[in-house]
Structure formats: C-alpha cells, structure tokens
C-alpha cells in the first residue's frame, strides 16, 4: 500500500493535478484505460475529494497499472480479490471513501464469488470495472464478458462457456446503484461516476466501463462502442429508479445497443452497516467497527480451558 502525499489538503479548491503522480501510463496506444484514469481523476476533482480523502484499491490486470500513476492513498491487491479489502478497508473507517478498480476477468471469472457477495452486502464502496471482454495483460484469453464465437489467443474459436450480462447479474443482487460508461465518453463518464461516489454512502455503487483492448481485443474497437451506446437519458419515460425497468433493459442489452448512464438507483436499500441493528443505539451508535475490536483480557479464559 502506498500514499506519496506531499501536500496536507483542506478539502478546498482540489485540482486535476493534485492526484498527479511523477509516473506516466504506459498502457498500449489506444487503450481505454486512459479514458477511465482521466475520468476519475476528474470525478474526484469536481466532487472536491482530496488525494488523503479517499482509498484507491486495484485488482491486478492492465487496470491494475494505473495504482502508480494516480496520486493519493492506494492499494495493488490480489487477482480476483480487491473487494473484500476495499470493503474491510470502508468499514474500518466509514469517513473515507473507497473506489475500488478490476477488470472484467478479475471480477466476473476470477474473482466472481467476492462480486457476488459483495453486491449481497451492499457494502459502501464504489466499483468500478474495467470491461474490455479479455483478460488484457495475460495476452488475450477469454474472460466471462467474452462474446461468443469472438477469437482469443487461446481460445481461437471463442469461448465455450456462454457469456456473462454483468448489468443483469448486477440487478438479480440488487445493490443501491448500478450504471455503465464508456471511456470514450469521458464528460459523460466523470457524470456517471461523480453520482456513483457519491451513491457509496447509501450502499454499494457499481460502474461497468465499456473499453477497448486494441491489442487483443480486434472486433471491439473504440469506434465500435462510439457507434453503438446510447445513453439511458435520451430513453424516452426511463427512470432508474424503477427496478423492473432496469432490469429489463439490461436483459435486452446487446451488441447493437449498449446503454450508458445510470442504469439503477434505490431509495431506500440499507447498506451492510445499516443492517447491522446494534449499531442503532447505545456504545456503537457513533463508532466505527474497527473502534468496535475492543481488546479484551483472556487470561481467565486461558486458565479454564488450556
């Protein structure tokens, strides 16, 4: 885990280059992973979020890479594994907000369980996926978001498994907040990912990035994507807050129409720590958890059963 902050922040006039780090990108020409990093960047700026305000947790894979070229409080974790410490890390102390980055292998193959859970739990962080339909820095196999039939450098013929709908695997788990991006439409995702953060502080905030590979990933260019999203506010009577009507549309979701933008948002869905009812009253109204780990003497403990 790393920090690197040279500045004490006031919260006040946060710029773009606060979160600037000495180290640049070195992701492939191209890539939407340059997209997505200024878009947070600006997200984080416009909302006025200092760098020693918020936790940046990273997943390994190419959205892995950006952890050292982003400044602020920032932690590379395990494959598949980011969420669980980004939600131990947002219970631990509630006051911070937590974003955590994966791929869509990362997230919908290797590390599916944790996503499943964790959207279960509704607990208060911000996700944000980096879907690319490959595994990207292992070299171009299939990941669950693959389409069928779409070639991979070790699955030539496609993938045997059927492709995952990751907005309508999102919505069965019914989360407080469910949107999509592109990173090709980078004033719209700073929009779309300024309400998901905010959004973590009634539970669990889900953003799945649509971006290309342009080194393994050849039929789903970024003039592709360019020619097919649609962003859900020009839908004529769609409102995100009506579940069936997300849930519809991400089920008709296809490779011809691709909605961007707040796909669902709950009024009053209570996150994890609102869930738990001890915390209503008494010595833990106030708390934290971690103030909750208060430790205890088991030295009597010790001389009955050892």
Not at 14 to 40: E, H, L, M, R
Not at 291 to 298: K, R, S
Request: hydrophobic residues 35%; contains cysteine; proline residues 6%.
């Amino acid at each position: 885990m790393s920090c690197n902050l040279h500045t004490t922040y006031t919260g006040q006039d946060v710029k773009v280059t606060d979160y600037d780090n000495s180290v640049q990108p070195n992701w492939c020409s191209g890539c939407g992973n340059f997209g997505i990093w200024t878009a947070v960047k600006r997200a984080l700026t416009e909302l006025q979020i200092s760098p020693d305000e918020v936790l940046l947790c990273f997943d390994i894979g190419c959205n892995g890479n950006m952890s050292d070229k982003i400044l602020g409080y920032r932690a590379h974790t395990l494959h598949g594994r980011v969420l669980p410490f980004a939600a131990a890390a947002k219970l631990a102390n509630p006051k911070v907000k937590v974003i955590a980055f994966a791929g869509d292998g990362a997230t919908y193959s290797e590390g599916i369980g944790h996503f499943i859970n964790t959207l279960r739990n509704n607990y208060p962080i911000t996700f944000i996926v980096h879907d690319n339909n490959t595994y990207g820095l292992t070299t171009g196999q299939v990941s669950a978001t693959t389409p069928q039939c779409a070639p991979r450098t070790a699955n030539p013929d496609g993938p045997t498994a059927s492709t995952l709908n990751p907005l309508e695997l999102a919505l069965t788990l019914k989360p407080s907040f469910v949107a999509q991006g592109f990173s090709g439409e980078i004033p719209h995702l700073v929009g779309v990912l300024k309400e998901a953060i905010v959004a973590q502080d009634k539970g669990l905030s889900l953003v799945n990035v649509l971006q290309a590979c342009p080194t393994y990933n050849k039929e789903h260019t970024h003039s592709w994507y360019q020619e097919r999203v649609v962003d859900v506010d020009q839908k004529q009577g769609y409102s995100p807050a009506d579940y069936n009507s997300a849930l519809a549309l991400a089920k008709e979701m296809n490779e011809n129409a691709l909605p961007i933008g707040k796909i669902y948002q709950a009024e009053n869905q209570p996150s994890y720590l609102d869930r738990l009812e001890y915390r209503n009253e008494g010595i833990w109204k106030d708390s934290t958890p971690l103030q909750e780990t208060i430790p205890q003497n088991v030295d009597a403990l010790c001389e009955k059963f050892i």
